[in-house]
């Protein structure tokens, strides 16, 4: 999976004695409104699935385990999946179902898988990551062999960490017995079993999930099979109300009762009630990093909560204009060795961000899918060396002004292809407007840039305008490619870090069009080559090419949590909370 991303933190009355309510407090503008778990592409948030759906409906599959994204057996409904070839040379899957029952009691079967892929299929165009080509295309046929056993056959043969990892990781069972309808009234049927069926049960739950005003009190929403089921929710703010699930036979503990999520209308807002000790588990925001002494004193403990992602700025390959120059590597190589990491790190993030090198996240630590190659900057920050190799390639250099092409050509010393000469290296870098941090680091990087005579502007604009522009970009006609540059906050994956939706030509991901050759044949073999190495010579070769300018990564927030709640650290790099684990503790 990949997606730009946009997060919360538990908080519970201050009095935690009672120990059995917890509170999660939504950040700013992130407040869940779509609960069927086939999201539609409008809806697909980080706050809609990880912190809202997930709490209800389980995947097939789960992944995080120990602050890793490791595949998480006890939490999982089905066992690991048995691998084999057929004759055809095919990849075969076979899945074998654990014992698990949804609220009402019924168990949850392979006809409950049957439900949610009959609906995907005939559904696919307005799932919220379908990719033509990927899942459920790469399926040649399911075979439901038993109640608790299918198997799925693909239509070639497949590296199997990335089938298991990525694409078997999106099953979702659905309660078949109670959601296969047509309109409230219809009774329940076998609808699904037909392509205009599945449409028009997928037509009803999609308008009844776009209800707000009867989430708490719609029968469809009361039968789920995750450790919570929902007992309130506002529609007009996002605030909602958990209560456990009694059947859920998964890992939990007693402590919590009740869960709550509770928009805030700013981070000041949050930070004011952590202040005031109105709040038992919070976060904190960026721009208050240098209270943390305050609030350590006050019993707090203080976490980074790393995402499974890694941050980057984006580079229209396709812009009419500044395209030709975007495709000389040695311009990319130019730009990136003009960005300071270690000083961003040190002083925009007060140390809470690692280096980035490379397309795969150097946090959390341990992931066997980070190569040796992206533990190593090749383009640590050099004026020098960037200022060498754009004079090397026929560049005037105006430190106190905007460097100009000097020898337009293709030759080895010349500005490259398609650049003209007299062409300016000034451009403008889009930014998500509202995160002062944010806005700190894109000043920083027009600092570093005007050393060696780049001229950079920059220009914040809310998020959704920001990622409407880059991708919008029509590289046949150049229509909607005037953008240069973007900052938008970095990628998430799914567990295993293919580049298929962001670096392949065409994925749905790439916003700023790169292509090469090289790059879609390394990536293939991610998907079809055994073992890790084909990720690792796909990592080692978009390092040194620089499909994007690499930012340093930042924790997707500072946990904020007191000494008597326990299970909080460490925490799912996938965004997953896990109220049902929340322990109450003496020290």
Same mark, same amino acid.
């Given at each position: 999976m990949g997606a730009a991303t946009g997060g919360g933190a538990l908080v519970a009355p201050a009095a935690a004695a009672s120990g059995t309510t917890v509170t999660f407090a939504l950040q700013p503008g992130n407040s869940p409104n779509y609960i069927l778990p086939l999201v539609s592409s409008a809806y697909f948030t980080i706050v809609n699935e990880d912190q809202f759906e997930y709490l209800m409906y389980r995947p097939l599959f789960w992944y995080g385990r120990n602050g890793t994204t490791d595949f998480n057996p006890q939490q999982s409904l089905a066992d690991y999946p048995r691998f084999t070839v057929n004759r055809a040379g095919d990849t075969v899957a076979t899945i074998t179902l654990r014992r698990w029952r949804w609220s009402d009691g019924r168990p949850v079967t392979t006809r409950d898988i049957e439900f949610w892929m009959n609906l995907l299929r005939a559904n696919r165009q307005d799932w919220g990551v379908y990719v033509p080509g990927a899942w459920p295309d790469i399926i040649r046929a399911i075979a439901y062999q038993s109640p608790t056993r299918f198997s799925i056959t693909f239509n070639r043969r497949y590296n199997v960490a990335w089938l298991f990892n990525d694409e078997l990781s999106q099953i979702f069972p659905l309660p078949q017995h109670s959601w296969d309808k047509t309109s409230a009234h219809s009774p329940v049927g076998s609808y699904d079993q037909t392509p205009k069926g599945a449409v028009a049960v997928y037509r009803y739950l999609n308008g009844q999930s776009r209800s707000l005003a009867t989430y708490a009190t719609n029968p469809l929403w009361k039968v789920v099979d995750g450790p919570w089921r929902l007992q309130a929710y506002a529609p007009s703010t996002g605030y909602t109300v958990f209560t456990r699930n009694p059947a859920y036979p998964g890992p939990h503990s007693t402590a919590v009762a009740r869960f709550i999520e509770e928009p805030f209308s700013s981070d000041s807002a949050e930070f004011d009630a952590l202040r005031a000790g109105r709040v038992n588990i919070g976060y904190l925001p960026a721009q208050d990093?240098?209270?943390?002494?305050?609030?350590?004193?006050?019993?707090?403990?203080?976490?980074?909560?790393?995402?499974?992602?890694?941050?980057?700025?984006?580079?229209?390959?396709?812009?009419?204009?500044?395209?030709?120059?975007?495709?000389?590597?040695?311009?990319?190589?130019?730009?990136?060795?003009?960005?300071?990491?270690?000083?961003?790190?040190?002083?925009?993030?007060?140390?809470?961000?690692?280096?980035?090198?490379?397309?795969?996240?150097?946090?959390?630590?341990?992931?066997?899918?980070?190569?040796?190659?992206?533990?190593?900057?090749?383009?640590?920050?050099?004026?020098?060396?960037?200022?060498?190799?754009?004079?090397?390639? %026929?560049?005037?250099?105006?430190?106190? %002004?905007?460097?100009?092409?000097?020898?337009?050509?293709?030759?080895?010393?010349?500005?490259?292809?398609?650049?003209?000469?007299?062409?300016?290296?000034?451009?403008?870098?889009?930014?998500?407007?509202?995160?002062?941090?944010?806005?700190?680091?894109?000043?920083?990087?027009?600092?570093?840039?005007?050393?060696? %005579?780049?001229?950079?502007?920059v220009k914040g604009t809310p998020y959704s305008t920001l990622t409407t522009t880059i991708y919008s970009c029509n590289p046949t006609t150049h229509v909607g490619c005037g953008w240069q540059l973007a900052d938008t906050g970095g990628w998430e994956y799914y567990a295993y870090p293919s580049g298929e939706q962001l670096f392949k030509t065409g994925g749905s991901g790439n916003s700023g069009g790169y292509s090469s050759p090289t790059a879609d044949r390394l990536i293939e073999a991610t998907l079809t080559g055994n073992g890790l190495q084909p990720l690792y010579q796909y990592q080692r070769y978009l390092v040194d090419t620089l499909p994007v300018l690499y930012l340093p990564t930042p924790p997707y927030q500072m946990t904020v949590y007191r000494h008597d709640l326990a299970g909080i650290v460490p925490q799912d790099p996938s965004l997953n909370v896990y109220p049902e684990t929340i322990r109450l503790s003496s020290g």
């Open positions: 990093l240098s209270q943390r002494g305050y609030l350590t004193r006050q019993g707090y403990q203080i976490a980074p909560w790393w995402q499974w992602l890694f941050n980057y700025i984006s580079i229209n390959f396709n812009n009419p204009q500044d395209g030709p120059l975007f495709h000389q590597l040695y311009l990319r190589q130019a730009l990136q060795l003009l960005v300071d990491q270690p000083a961003i790190v040190r002083h925009i993030y007060q140390g809470y961000a690692v280096p980035t090198y490379g397309p795969v996240p150097a946090v959390p630590p341990r992931s066997r899918y980070v190569a040796a190659s992206e533990l190593h900057n090749p383009y640590p920050f050099s004026v020098a060396r960037a200022l060498r190799l754009l004079r090397a390639h %026929g560049w005037q250099i105006h430190t106190s %002004g905007v460097d100009t092409c000097g020898r337009a050509g293709t030759g080895p010393t010349a500005c490259g292809a398609g650049v003209r000469r007299g062409a300016v290296l000034s451009f403008v870098l889009l930014y998500p407007s509202g995160s002062t941090v944010t806005t700190a680091e894109v000043e920083a990087l027009r600092s570093f840039a005007s050393e060696a %005579g780049i001229a950079l502007t």
